[in-house]
């Protein structure tokens, strides 16, 4: 028999998906014949669906199970302002907060060493193809270059605000009398 919170979050992991997959697949269906002119119809049209199913089923999917994997303070919007501030609001529940923050500091450790390849190797994708079929290509090197920024500008300091976070739970954590 599964848990009651078990039924509670299955819809909002379907809504994950279909949201996921339906965003993904009006890109595909708006963004397709700028780069392939020759699909039209229903060959654009099954292209977007599968496309969207596909991709709503898998990265909803993974989207469900970081947010599972993050605990249950990850989704309070207090949990959301102290990543920005690296101030711990008062009266936090300390053991669903630290597995929260050392989940989000794993994250942003392995964006650290990843995205900066992810983003570089993106960027020199597109700046390749721009230059050797369609400069609308341009505009996919310049997004992979904001990401690249961003992930460069952010995560040094997502990285200082959890070991703020995470110095502050150990000082409010209650220590056993010996």
């Excluded at 599964?2 to 996921?20: D, E, F, G, Q, Y």
């Amino acid at each position: 028999m599964r848990s009651p919170t078990h039924r509670s979050t299955v819809p909002a992991t379907i809504l994950t998906m279909v949201v996921t997959g339906l965003v993904f697949g009006v890109g595909c269906f708006v963004g397709l014949p700028l780069v392939e002119p020759e699909l039209h119809g229903p060959q654009l049209a099954i292209g977007a669906v599968v496309g969207g199913l596909s991709f709503g089923v898998l990265f909803g999917g993974w989207l469900v199970r970081q947010r599972r994997a993050a605990g249950p303070a990850s989704a309070d919007r207090s949990f959301r302002r102290a990543l920005r501030t690296g101030v711990l609001p008062p009266g936090v529940d300390t053991v669903a907060w630290r597995r929260s923050v050392e989940h989000r500091r794993a994250v942003t450790l392995r964006q650290q060493r990843y995205g900066p390849l992810v983003f570089g190797a993106g960027t020199v994708l597109y700046v390749a193809l721009a230059l050797t079929q369609d400069p609308l290509w341009w505009l996919a090197a310049a997004v992979f270059v904001g990401f690249l920024v961003a992930a460069l500008v952010q995560t040094p300091r997502l990285l200082r605000t959890t070991s703020a976070l995470l110095d502050e739970l150990d000082r409010r954590e209650p220590h056993p009398v010996t």
